[in-house]
């Protein structure tokens, strides 16, 4: 129901998925608040505030919890034995430094984004696999505009990104950027709600969003 009111919510749940796993395992870490003493993953600063979805994913498993309490009430008060599917193996524990040790950020290049997998156990094919889903969802400014004004010193602006779709990243992210615009969302592909072939489409004709795609 959430997802089909707000198709965006999608997209954020699938990065979460990744974010969490990437870590180290599947584990649910990204949920946990932060504790005295501890900021947690989702304050860092790739997830904190572009992070969706985590109030979905905390109302699921609240339904899930009740059922287990229904089903051991019924067990409990009559004998009646039923199985409930489970298997979660939620971690207990989540520091945010983490996340910049292991998580790629949008600014790594090819060669640096296939020795980050590769010290993940993944190859090639799959980190190419993952990156699709860049077909759906949103970026923000502050996470590419070093294509548009500070690339290198050679170059203040990507010169492999096509200079209609620069042109076009301007006018939306200016270099005078204020607190507002600098949140900006921007889709990742023309078709962000939809996972489709567009995102590598857009790609040949060098019109990526982010250095890493």
């Not at 600063?45 to 985590?54: I, L, V």
């Not at 990243?169 to 889709?187: A, E, G, M, V, Y």
């Amino acid at each position: 129901m959430h997802i089909s009111n707000n198709l965006g919510l999608g997209a954020g749940i699938i990065r979460m998925y990744f974010y969490d796993c990437f870590l180290k395992g599947c584990d649910a870490s990204m949920l946990l608040d932060s504790t005295p003493g501890n900021s947690s993953e989702k304050e860092h600063p790739a997830n904190n505030p572009s992070m969706r979805g985590p109030e979905v994913i905390n109302e699921a498993k609240a339904r899930i919890e009740t059922l287990f309490t229904i089903r051991d009430s019924s067990y409990k008060l009559g004998r009646i034995k039923y199985a409930i599917p489970a298997g979660r193996r939620d971690g207990h524990v989540s520091i945010c430094n983490q996340v910049s040790q292991n998580l790629p950020p949008p600014s790594f290049n090819s060669q640096q984004l296939i020795g980050n997998f590769v010290r993940k156990g993944m190859p090639a094919e799959e980190m190419v696999s993952l990156s699709g889903a860049h077909s759906i969802g949103i970026s923000r400014c502050f996470s590419f505009s070093n294509i548009l004004y500070s690339f290198n010193i050679t170059h203040a602006q990507d010169p492999s990104i096509d200079p209609g779709y620069r042109a076009f990243l301007k006018t939306k992210c200016p270099s005078t950027s204020t607190n507002s615009n600098r949140d900006l969302p921007i889709q990742l592909d023309p078709t962000p709600t939809h996972l489709d072939n567009r995102f590598p489409m857009e790609l040949t004709k060098n019109r990526g969003l982010l250095t890493s795609d």
